[in-house]
């Protein structure tokens, strides 16, 4: 499993360098604090629900002891550590449809905003160039 892990970093990496220069990449990294890498990001998300929800979920998802999940959890970041590098928080401890409700929120909110303001300044950008060559072409 560890020979798995230490390969994702260069398929992420692929898959970036694959990925075409407008698309949006969204990446589901569990250790993100631990490992250092929420400046990497444009935007990052954090999902959190209380510590006793998740380790009734892990018991009753992942088949976990209530101690296994306490000490998974004990061993990540905490959730200030978490917070703190988030841009926005989504709160996991309602419905799956509240989450996508928060997910379709902090789409049109943040996500959205940004593509839009892309694409308009490639249009601006691009204009000049567009205008030279109509010039030219009278």
Request: overall charge negative; glycine content about 4%.
């Amino acid at each position: 499993q560890h020979r798995e892990m230490a390969a994702l970093p260069h398929r992420v990496d692929h898959l970036l360098d694959d990925a075409p220069a407008d698309a949006i990449v969204v990446q589901d990294i569990p250790l993100l604090v631990e490992t250092g890498q929420a400046g990497d990001f444009d935007l990052v998300l954090v999902v959190q629900a209380p510590r006793e929800q998740r380790v009734q979920r892990m018991v009753d998802d992942r088949g976990m002891t209530p101690e296994e999940a306490a000490s998974r959890i004990g061993a990540q970041a905490s959730d200030a550590e978490r917070s703190a590098v988030a841009d926005v928080l989504l709160d996991n401890s309602g419905t799956v449809e509240e989450l996508l409700a928060q997910v379709d929120r902090a789409w049109r909110e943040r996500v959205q905003p940004a593509v839009d303001e892309a694409a308009m300044l490639e249009r601006v950008t691009s204009a000049p160039e567009m205008a030279g060559s109509a010039l030219a072409a009278q």
